[in-house]
């Protein structure tokens, strides 16, 4: 069931655009996210989503604006808009256990179940759910700790002729095993949360062409909701990688982008 986040303080929001209420009293960041939050709760999902989104022109770079966004539009049928932005506000705050709670909840209702833990054995799946609580910016910092000490035990053992015993040997290779397994997590969600761009599609059917224009060959029809990788643009088009690896061009205008 979608969770909606329950408000955001205004003075966060206001000094995360470094923005305060003018003397013509202009509405504030923080009024209009209240407008919005009303708007949702009074099941004015139209007037909440003009104003969660006049929020983001304005320069508001914000994840519970993201956030809320996507629950009213999820409450509005856009399933893939609702992933849209799910996608956005994790970017912005990837350890937020609803914000990946709510994003699993808009896939699996968009037929999309690539994520789901039920489906890898138990050791994987709490790996994956550590992994997640962490976030890309931990798992890089616990790489370097554990690089460090690797190099230190390796260091002091070499230091001193037959120093180096069993014990020291398996305290290393523990390590080494350690910094493996994180180095790999790290890269993954890195690539996903950081590097990764994603397109999301928007439209209930999409083609996916061979090339950049409508007289090219369709090679496939994709549904809304679903996430490409994206591999380079042209105007009006992206150039995208299917979830079978097969590449092709879409239509700007058909989906929207996770930078």
């Known amino acids: 069931m979608v969770r909606r986040r329950i408000g955001l303080a205004a003075a966060a929001l206001a000094a995360s ?5 003018s ?12 407008r919005g939050n009303r708007a949702y709760d009074a099941g004015r999902h139209d007037e909440a989503v003009q104003a969660y989104e006049e929020l983001i022109e304005r320069g508001v770079i914000d994840p519970r604006v993201e956030f809320n966004l996507g629950n009213t539009e ?17 970017r912005l ?18 037929g999309d179940s690539r994520e789901s833990s039920a489906a890898l054995p138990a050791p994987l799946a ?12 931990r798992l890089a910092w616990t790489v370097l700790v554990l690089a ?15 120093r180096f015993r069993a014990l020291h040997g398996w305290i290393l290779a523990g390590l080494v095993a350690a910094l493996a397994v994180t180095s790999t997590a790290w890269y993954v969600t ?32 994709v549904p809304e909701g679903l ?7 042209r105007p009006d088009w992206v150039n995208v990688r299917l979830p079978n690896s097969v590449s092709g061009w879409i239509a700007e205008d058909a989906v929207g982008l996770v930078p």
């Open 23 to 34: 003397p013509a009293r202009a509405e504030s960041p923080e009024e209009t996210f209240l």
């Open 190 to 221: 890195h690539r996903q949360l950081v590097t990764m761009q994603v397109a999301v599609v928007l439209s209930s059917q999409a083609a996916v062409l061979a090339g950049p224009g409508e007289n090219n060959a369709q090679l496939a029809t």
């Open 148 to 162: 460090w000490f690797a190099w230190a035990v390796l260091a002091w053992g070499l230091a001193e002729p037959g």
């Open 126 to 137: 709490w790996i994956r759910r550590v992994v997640d609580g962490v976030g890309p910016a």
């Open 227 to 233: 996430e490409l990788e994206v591999w380079g643009k």
């Open 17 to 21: 655009v470094g923005l305060v209420p």
């Open 93 to 110: 705050a990837p350890t937020d256990p609803e914000i990946r709670a709510n994003l699993a909840f808009a896939r699996a209702a968009a």
């Open 74 to 90: 999820f409450r509005r049928g856009r399933i893939g808009s609702a992933i849209l932005h799910f996608q956005r506000a994790r």
